[in-house]
């Protein structure tokens, strides 16, 4: 099934000290949130166009610092008990840990991205019970050595067989194909060589059936591209690469800069008679 129509945008809310691109804006050091800069930030994400906001309490990037399961719950719930009320878009948990799937569908979240794709001990079983969609994203390794020396014989088939597995996993474990969206997990355990067969092959993971999601937003594959070195300096980077997954049938994209991105869609969608 392709994606009908353009894809939704996904506002990325980083509810944390050392995400690599905007860790620290939405949180003090002292761990508080920042409760004013969240609520204006997803004010203008909503303001933008995005469908989806999507909250992490814990940073995935390499080396990055785990979070206890007690501490990322109420980080989320305190986030969403303030967004929930005040907007009318799906509201996601980026989340790999049981207790904030249930935490955080109490509270309004209608999403579980989940970028170990519901492989922690107890997360199917807590994914179904939450009756949230699931995105399910390919990783190679762990976020604290992912990036150490990738390798694949054949990433595209491997990633896929890997999404395809855990959808027959999560289907044994209650979650019906309406609740699975796929990602390939662009940075996660891929050099820019990987990275660029797996954006080529949008195609293949639109043909599984699912709803695919990408998320390359600032990422170090668009900086190795351009010679970007600062995150923020990538926007019109991957706003081209939006662009070109809008037009190979991607359902929905995880991005930091919502308004570019939209821009990027809206000159694609008037050029594609498919969109
Ligand atoms: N990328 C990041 C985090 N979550 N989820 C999905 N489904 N796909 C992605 O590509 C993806 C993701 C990394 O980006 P970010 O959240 O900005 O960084 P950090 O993990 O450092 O907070």
């Known amino acids: 099934m392709r994606w009908q129509g353009a894809p939704a945008l996904m506002g990325v809310l980083n509810l944390t000290a050392d995400s690599f691109s905007d860790g620290g ?11 004013e800069a969240l609520l204006r930030r997803a004010d ?17 990037r ?19 008990k303030l967004l929930a009320p005040r907007f009318d878009v799906a509201l996601s948990v980026d989340s790999s840990t049981p207790m904030v799937f249930e935490c955080a569908a109490a ?53 896929i067989a890997f999404l395809e597995a855990r959808v027959q996993a999560a289907r044994e ?10 990602d390939p997990g662009f940075g996660f355990g891929k050099t820019l060589t990987h990275n660029l067969a797996l954006f080529r092959a949008l195609p293949r993971f639109v043909g599984l059936g699912y709803p695919v999601l990408i998320g390359v937003s600032r990422k170090r594959m668009l900086g190795q591209l351009t010679g970007r070195e600062a995150a923020k300096d990538r926007v019109v980077a991957g706003s081209v690469l939006a662009a070109e997954a809008a037009r190979q ?16 869609l809206a000159v694609i969608k008037a050029l594609e008679a498919t969109l």
Do not use: W
């Open 25 to 35: 804006e939405l949180l003090a050091p002292n761990g508080r949130l920042k409760r």
């Open 44 to 60: 203008a994400f909503v303001a933008e166009g995005a469908t989806y906001l999507d909250l992490g309490a814990e940073s995935t």
């Open 107 to 159: 509270l309004g979240a209608t999403l579980i991205n989940d970028v170990r794709a519901l492989g922690r001990p107890g997360a199917l079983a807590a994914a179904a019970a939450s009756g949230a969609t699931v995105c399910l994203m390919h990783m190679q390794g762990s976020p604290e050595s992912m990036q150490d020396a990738p390798h694949y014989e054949d990433v595209v088939a491997e990633v």
């Open 249 to 264: 049938g991607v359902a929905i994209i995880r991005t930091h800069d919502v308004g570019a991105t939209r821009d990027a």
């Open 173 to 182: 474990a209650g979650i019906d194909d309406t609740r699975i969206v796929l």
């Open 62 to 80: 390499p080396g990055a610092r785990g979070l206890g399961a007690e501490e990322e719950c109420a980080r989320i719930e305190e986030a969403l």
